[in-house]
């Protein structure tokens, strides 16, 4: 049992490579770059906050995904701590889904981390 979870704390992880690396790659960094910026954008804090933003998923990821990680290697992750942490990334999911109707690479990694857990 402690492999499906060590298996969702490294697919946790790399979500967190892809979304926040990728992300910055290609949509984030080209958005605050463009010019000229679009009327809400044009504020240095606007952006800014756009930026961290997008990287807070990340964070929470990079924290849940080690922590999965961690607590398998140490053969202590649990059913009962397990669920609610597949619900984070559940939720992650059904919202990245619903933002980009239709397939998303994303997503499929965050059921992916719900179905290790779960």
Excluded at 15 to 35: C, D, M, N, Q, Y
Excluded at 64 to 89: C, E, H, N, Q
Aim: hydrophobic letters at 60%; aromatic letters at 14%.
């Amino acid at each position: 049992m402690q492999s499906l979870y060590l298996l969702a704390g490294l697919l946790a992880l790399a979500t967190v490579v892809g979304h926040s690396w990728l992300g910055e790659k290609f949509v984030i960094g080209p958005l605050l770059r463009a010019e000229p910026q679009p009327g809400v954008l044009k504020p240095n804090v606007n952006r800014r906050l756009v930026r961290y933003v997008w990287h807070l998923p990340s964070a929470i990821w990079l924290i849940l995904g080690g922590y999965i990680f961690w607590a398998a290697l140490l053969d202590r992750m649990t059913p009962a701590v397990a669920w609610p942490l597949g619900s984070v990334f559940l939720v992650s999911g059904l919202a990245n889904m619903a933002a980009v109707r239709g397939f998303h690479f994303g997503w499929a990694l965050l059921f992916c981390v719900t179905a290790a857990l779960w």
